[in-house]
């Protein structure tokens, strides 16, 4: 499974840009310390209280680092782990303050991209993690392709360059969730091409069902709902390209017709109508309960799923246009842990980041009902949609089929293209203004690189 999952995403990871300085270039950089400087000895680092900011709240993500840190914390008794849960729009909008404050946390989970990870590095408020993949050797243990998402220039403008900034312990792919039961009473067989999935939409819409559970109130859901549709309509490399700013424009034909379908879709009521209205963590909710045959949305909600819906909730990553051939979807890995700046604990955060994305994390990562980053050494799926996700993951990387997340693509796009996309869905614009947004922002962006 992960040569093929680096291989398909280092050929969308390595941008243009300035090389970064040679780790250790400088020596008053906290990236210049020496592997004998790096202490692994935490038992006796003293009494030691480790603040930790994650976003692992739903129940599959919050079992695996509840039991990630109560094995830590009895492998350590000199350490407490003094976590602080927060959704991940939560965690997008208090993280930077809290970092630029006089007592930040020691390890935050931080967003790849330009918007958080990239700033973040920009500001000097996250520790390079060369002098500690120096000892613990995470470049080794990971694909290039994924180091390479968690990696950033010094001055925050390039990613897939420069020092590690963090570590990752799941993998992410946004595909399609259905509920069987609701399939086979409407006589809808599973989808095998994206031309069969629409049709699906529409014959659940005529026999009185909503189509697809959606909620779109932090607008980045729309931005993922639209991303999948454009893999479809544009293609994997154009949108490769589009992303890390080495060609087309969000203007291009292939982006503004996925723009029109998702404003398709919401005009014919594929949608609820409250959608703009609705909490992006309360659609798997919603879907549980029965709402909707289809939802879009990430392998991180099935863990729950699987609890509340057994073998009625499946997953299947977006059909091709062609039967049979290899899909193609969004993902990556999930939010790094990464060390702040100003932890008084460095080191400790070091040896907890190893220990919870080590193999036997991978397999904690299995038996709670989520995707590892790397195979896991001894624990295979065991429920029905934990083993669809893990063949929906296993078919893209053969394929090699995953996408960078659109929000890459520039520091702002979230408002500057989610924005757009809500108000497209709400039919108050049209699909050519929001992607003209989208594109005076893009051409901004890269002006300044």
Not at 228 to 253: C, E, N, Y
Not at 323 to 329: D, E, K, R, S
Request: with cysteine; aromatic share 8%.
């Amino acid at each position: 499974m992960l040569k093929p999952v680096g291989r398909l995403l280092a050929a969308s990871v390595l941008v243009a840009g300035a090389a970064a300085c040679a780790p250790g270039a400088d020596g008053g950089r906290p990236g210049g310390r020496a592997p004998s400087e790096v202490s692994t000895e935490v038992a006796k680092a003293g009494q030691v209280t480790l603040t930790v900011w994650d976003q692992e709240v739903q129940g599959g993500q919050r079992a695996q680092i509840e039991r990630l840190n109560a094995g830590f914390q009895a492998k350590y008794p000199n350490v407490r782990i003094h976590r602080v849960a927060r959704s991940f729009s939560d965690l997008q909008k208090t993280l930077r303050l809290a970092l630029s404050g006089g007592d930040p946390p020691d390890v935050v989970q931080a967003n790849q991209g330009y918007a958080s990870m990239g700033q973040f590095v920009k500001a000097g408020m996250l520790l390079p993690l060369t002098p500690y993949d120096r000892v613990y050797g995470w470049r080794k243990r990971y694909p290039k392709a994924l180091t390479d998402l968690n990696s950033v220039s010094p001055d925050g403008r390039s990613i897939g360059t420069g020092d590690l900034y963090g570590v990752s312990l799941n993998g992410e792919i946004v595909g399609i969730y259905v509920n069987r039961e609701k399939l086979a009473r409407l006589g809808i067989g599973p989808p095998r091409t994206w031309a069969e999935f629409e049709r699906a939409l529409a014959a659940a819409k005529g026999k009185g069902e909503l189509p697809v559970v959606f909620g779109n109130l932090e607008k980045l859901p729309a931005m993922q709902t639209y991303g999948v549709i454009q893999d479809q309509l544009a293609g994997k490399d154009p949108v490769r390209s589009l992303i890390f700013g080495t060609g087309g424009k969000w203007t291009d034909g292939p982006n503004v017709q996925a723009a029109r379908t998702l404003a398709d879709w919401a005009e014919r009521g594929y949608f609820n109508k409250d959608a703009n209205a609705v909490k992006w963590d309360d659609t798997p909710v919603d879907f549980a309960k029965g709402q909707g045959v289809f939802m879009i949305g990430g392998n991180w909600w099935a863990a729950d799923l699987q609890k509340k819906m057994g073998a009625k909730a499946g997953f299947m990553a977006p059909p091709p246009a062609q039967a049979g051939a290899p899909p193609t979807t969004m993902g990556g890995e999930s939010l790094p842990f990464s060390i702040t700046s100003k932890s008084r604990h460095p080191d400790v955060a070091a040896a907890y980041i190893d220990y919870i994305t080590s193999p036997q994390a991978m397999d904690v990562s299995v038996e709670t009902g989520n995707l590892p980053a790397l195979a896991a050494p001894s624990k295979r799926p065991e429920g029905a949609l934990t083993k669809d996700v893990a063949a929906a993951w296993a078919e893209l990387s053969k394929g090699d089929g995953i996408t960078p997340y659109i929000d890459y693509a520039t520091p702002g796009l979230a408002d500057t293209l989610g924005g757009p996309l809500q108000e497209l869905i709400a039919g108050r614009t049209t699909p050519e203004k929001a992607l003209e947004a989208a594109q005076r922002d893009y051409e901004e962006f890269l002006k300044g690189k």
